[in-house]
């Protein structure tokens, strides 16, 4: 069971918009902006597609947003296109401990 | 740019031992901390370990403490992970990251991993 949780899929048709949740408690998500957001494709490494809760780095397309309320992050995708078909996960800082939070990842189906 | 190529994975029977390598380039290794994140076939992303810039602190997943130990080199510009009494759940593919350098841990670039998979 990971530390982070996210839904386990999510589906969208091009075009629309989709938000994938992350929750965790006020000892990491809750409680400090350091929130990153990575896509994964099928047999490829990650990609980080978002940090400190809502920064994106160079490169990273402006249809990818983050944001944060209480204990939950969200990463939304608007004009979802068919090469974002893809896995997501989240990580977080956690004062509980030395380890880095992921996510248990969400797949993106675009319908 | 940023790169990071693993190598030295490989099949390995339980109990036995294996050394990760990590080659760095693009960016000045010795400046960065690194971690290791491993991904089980079909699974998600599972946190392994890190260290500091300077190899003076390392850190450790439970499920590895004891058993793995990750190391660098400055002047060679490499990442290591030493992976004794090995078992069958540490099949996976592990990936070398680099952080960030925000001082909370986060990830800015993953090299392409390498399959390590333990089997009799």
């Known amino acids: 069971q990971s530390a982070l949780t996210q839904p386990a899929s999510v589906s969208g048709s091009p075009g629309q918009s989709i938000t994938i949740s992350c929750t965790g408690t006020?000892?990491?998500?809750?409680?400090?902006?350091?929130v990153s957001w990575y896509q994964q494709h099928p047999g490829k490494a990650p990609k980080l597609m978002i940090y400190d809760v809502s920064k994106r780095p160079s490169g990273v397309s402006n249809r990818f947003s983050g944001s944060k309320s209480g204990n939950t992050a969200s990463l939304t995708i608007s004009g979802l296109q068919a090469e974002d078909e893809a896995d997501y996960y989240c990580s977080s800082y956690t004062s509980s401990s030395t380890d880095v939070l992921f996510g248990g990842g969400t797949k993106l189906t675009v319908l | 740019q940023v790169q990071l190529v693993e190598s030295g994975g490989g099949v390995v029977q339980p109990g036995g031992s294996l050394r990760l390598s990590c080659a760095a380039s693009?960016?000045?290794?010795?400046?960065?901390?690194m971690h290791w994140v491993r991904q089980a076939p079909g699974k998600g992303l599972e946190w392994v370990a890190f260290?500091?810039?300077?190899?003076?602190?390392?850190y450790y997943a439970d499920s590895v403490k004891g058993r793995f130990t990750t190391s660098r080199d400055n002047s060679k510009n490499t990442l290591y992970l030493q992976m004794n009494s090995l078992r069958a759940e540490d099949t996976a593919v592990y990936y070398c990251?680099?952080?960030?350098?925000?001082?909370?841990?986060?990830?800015?670039?993953w090299g392409q991993g390498t399959l390590v998979t333990v089997s009799s």
């Open positions: 006020s000892s990491d998500v809750g409680g400090y902006n350091y």
């Open positions: 260290i500091r810039y300077d190899g003076s602190n390392k």
């Open positions: 990251a680099k952080d960030d350098s925000s001082g909370y841990y986060q990830i800015d670039y």
């Open positions: 693009g960016f000045t290794f010795s400046s960065y901390g």
